[in-house]
């Protein structure tokens, strides 16, 4: 595997801003300092900030202490980015409206059964 040098560093792309920007989102509507977050997963609230504003790209281990700090999905901090091309936009509204649905219930064994739920339905040949 190639090695990057110093000062040959990727810059921040708009999937990583958008990411930034969501873990901004949800920390705010938890009511989370930076320092608190940092604190949390072993970073100082500066590294946060520079995530939280785009200007440093999130790592993977990094993205993951804090999904799991800030109890949500890793794939709650891609809302806003559309993965599959040629969707239909009233699906895509209604999948953002049942992702927001389902973060908001905060009960571990309520997640679950909606999730069991969803999957169930999604599966079932009366959906079909």
């Known amino acids: 595997m190639a090695q990057q040098h110093k000062g040959t560093r990727r810059q921040p792309t708009d999937v990583d801003k958008l990411v930034g920007a969501n873990v901004k989102r949800l920390r705010r509507a938890q009511k989370i300092t930076q320092a608190q977050l940092g604190q949390d997963i072993g970073l100082s609230f500066k ?45 895509d509204d209604e999948a953002r409206m049942l992702a927001g649905y389902f973060n908001a219930i905060e009960a571990p064994y309520q997640r679950r059964a909606f999730f069991r739920m969803v999957l169930e339905i999604s599966e079932s040949e009366l959906y079909a």
Do not use: C, M
Not at 68 to 78: C, D, G, I, K, Q
């Open 47 to 91: 590294q946060i900030r520079k995530y939280e504003s785009g200007e440093n790209r999130i790592s993977a281990s990094a993205l993951f202490l804090i999904a799991r700090a800030l109890n949500h999905p890793v794939e709650t901090f891609y809302d806003g980015l559309d993965l599959v091309e040629g969707t239909n936009p009233d699906s």
